[in-house]
């Protein structure tokens, strides 16, 4: 079984995938922006696109591939499992809070934002806070991974699990943090200012450049992923992900490449969180759950860990499975039946189904990383070796 | 100053248990040493405090005039000791060129920044160190799997890979863990041969554990033998051969004697 990964032409690769990107991207926003509100569109097509994908959706969508990508290189990559990664989410999400919005109504600071001077409140620009909310996040990541980092894999997992809880609980109890109100607790933050693209300010319902916004943020995580693995840093992850004390005696440093996996993940976590607090038009407490974290996981596991093409997949089967694609099925099958089943409350019994199957049939995802491949199969590829061996002599 | 790598007085304790015991080991430069002695001698424990692994519990290691014993072991890899193991540890789905150039990672600059820009800089390095690679991989004897997962090589070229791996580190201190360690004859003597190699071409010393007599006495300078801890005998692979304390560590006392 001799695999080999030929010396590709990395400049040609990447023409590759972005040209292909771009197509599906340019696609998606015809449809959306100019398809979907033509008075000429049949009714059926419309109706079936609000029904099985509506605009608000796949922009959903898109923020949880965009954090499934950065939960990607902290678990797919560098092999460390985080059970806490809705806590960069939440962060990146109250940075938006924080700097778009009047929340802050006894301060008036505008840079370039896309509200009149005079409003009260931090007004920073959006693609700024983008930046802001992302560095802001590596820096928690940095703080959390330092003093954790040096645990074994079970037990790091156990206080990543713990930072995830305690990070929206702070913003969930947040209106009186030490004297001070940071999240409007339980209320949120309601509002954020909207995006300036230059022409025009996009607020919460313009869903066609919305979505061509988070189109070019995903694929900005997917250039960052693709180029990191592929340099020095990437093959340290992998390394570390193989072996690590062999990568030790390599002259790899643990902590500072490890580190490193957790800021460039929650640098992501920044981004879909900033991203998210302009989708929903606000940032609210309640969303950052725990569950939130393993659907992350789950995504990136279903898609294929390491692999980014399959933890898009992955990202976006699951997230439209849970946001629409459940309850349009029931909607469509109680039509049909004349039934009165709640479909939508059985997303996790399916979820839960679906690992279950995935663990015993297909356990290294729906795009595997080649790689992952070769490990999960290890016994059934070394009987095939075994037996053509055998076949040969 | 002659020799490259000085352990001093080295002690290492686990528990009630003194795993080595106040030995002084020391590696002149361009030459090839070896440490043999019976199964839990400390042998392996002796290296892994060379490479930082471990910290001795008394004693301490100069390495090129500079004292190293509290230094993290990806900082002593990176000034120069290398080291390969006594069961296998490459990265098993990396490609032979990717396990070097993982131990090139300390000597390589760009960060993360630079690799997504891909810059015009970090491109040249990358270049360069797939270059160096090559050399290594084709240097070593395994050359034509440089695109080949380490894993899928054969056993022989297994062990020439991780030595290639730990050449790679630009060394001068190789430490060789049973290097020959179920490999036949024939095997072995290529190993032999390229050992000898490297001294000849490189600014390098081995020191080598081996429990293949044939390959210690024909390949070594200079012969030490631990048993339980303890430094018993050191010298030339024929005084070795000789002496009667290093006999009755391996076969036990004559029958009769006290």
Redesign the interface.
């Known amino acids: 079984m001799a695999k080999t990964i030929a010396p590709n032409n990395v400049a040609k690769s990447n023409r590759k995938w972005i040209t292909g990107y771009s197509i599906i991207g340019l696609l998606l926003f015809i449809t959306y922006q100019f398809l979907l509100p033509w008075e000429g569109l049949p009714l059926g097509i419309y109706d079936a696109i609000y029904r099985w994908m509506p605009p608000s959706a796949i922009n959903e969508s898109l923020v949880y591939i965009i954090m499934a990508l950065g939960l990607n290189i902290v678990v797919g990559y560098a092999g460390l499992l985080d059970l806490g990664y809705v806590a960069f989410w939440a962060i990146g999400g109250y940075c938006a809070g924080w700097f778009m919005s009047e929340f802050f109504y006894f301060l008036n600071i505008n840079f370039l934002g896309s509200v009149p001077a005079e409003a009260p409140g931090i007004h920073i620009n959006f693609w700024m806070v983008l930046l802001i909310g992302g560095f802001v996040c590596a820096v928690f990541g940095i703080l959390i991974g330092a003093p954790t980092l040096r645990l074994k894999s079970d037990y790091l997992a156990l206080v990543t699990l713990g930072f995830g809880e305690i990070i929206p609980q702070v913003f969930f109890n947040g209106e009186n943090f030490f004297g001070y109100n940071i999240s409007n607790g339980t209320k949120g933050i309601v509002g954020v200012d909207s995006i300036p693209v230059g022409v025009k300010n996009l607020g919460p319902f313009d869903f066609g450049w919305k979505l061509l916004i988070f189109l070019l943020l995903t694929a900005v995580m997917v250039f960052i992923s693709l180029r990191l693995r592929r340099g020095r840093l990437g093959r340290a992850w992998l390394a570390i992900r193989e072996d690590e004390l062999a990568a030790s005696m390599m002259g790899v440093p643990l902590m500072r490449t490890k580190l490193s996996a957790y800021a460039v993940g929650a640098f992501a976590g920044g981004l879909g969180g900033v991203a998210f607090a302009t989708h929903v038009n606000g940032v609210y407490a309640e969303r950052f759950n725990f569950t939130i974290s393993i659907f992350l996981l789950a995504m990136v596991v279903l898609g294929g860990m390491g692999n980014v093409w399959g933890v898009i997949l992955g990202a976006f089967i699951l997230s439209w499975v849970n946001g629409n694609g459940l309850t349009a099925f029931g909607q469509l099958y109680n039509e049909q039946f004349g039934t009165e089943i709640d479909f939508a409350s059985f997303t996790f019994l399916l979820f839960g189904l679906v690992l279950i199957f995935m663990m015993l049939f297909k356990r290294e995802g729906l795009l595997p990383e080649s790689r992952l491949k070769l490990m999960l199969h290890e016994d059934e590829l070394d009987q095939i070796d075994a037996s053509s061996k055998s076949g040969d002599k | 100053m002659s020799n490259i790598l000085e352990a001093n007085d080295i002690s290492v304790q686990f528990g009630g248990l003194l795993a080595v015991n106040n030995v002084n080991f020391n590696i002149p430069k361009k030459s090839i040493v070896s440490l043999i002695g019976p199964n839990g001698a400390g042998k392996t424990t002796f290296f892994n405090v060379l490479?930082g692994?471990y910290k001795p519990s008394a004693g301490n290691i100069v390495y090129d005039g500079r004292d190293i014993t509290d230094l993290?072991?990806?900082k002593i890899?990176?000034i120069g000791i290398?080291?390969t193991?006594q069961n296998i540890?490459?990265?098993?789905?990396?490609?032979a060129q990717?396990n070097l150039?993982?131990?090139m990672?300390?000597?390589?600059k760009?960060g993360?920044t630079a690799?997504?820009l891909?810059t015009s800089k970090?491109r040249k390095e990358?270049r360069e160190a797939e270059e160096r690679a090559q050399e290594i991989l084709d240097f070593a004897g395994v050359g034509k799997w440089t695109?080949?997962?380490a894993?899928?090589l054969s056993y022989g070229d297994q062990r020439r890979l991780e030595v290639a791996?730990?050449l790679a580190?630009n060394p001068k201190v190789l430490l060789l863990d049973e290097p020959t360690a179920g490999m036949n004859p024939q095997e072995s003597q290529i190993f032999i041969d390229f050992v000898r190699k490297l001294i000849a071409e490189r600014d390098v010393s081995v020191m080598l554990i081996e429990h293949d007599m044939k390959v210690v006495m024909s390949v070594s300078q200079r012969v030490t033998v631990l048993d339980q801890g303890e430094k018993i005998a050191e010298g030339s692979p024929d005084e070795i051969k000789s002496n009667p304390r290093v006999i009755e560590a391996y076969l036990g006392k004559p029958k009769g004697s006290k």
């Open positions: 490479t692994l993290a072991p990806h890899a990176e290398a080291r193991f540890r490459l990265f098993g789905l990396m490609t990717e150039l993982v131990a990672h300390s000597h390589l760009s993360i690799t997504i891909r970090q990358e695109y080949e997962f894993r899928n791996r730990a580190l």
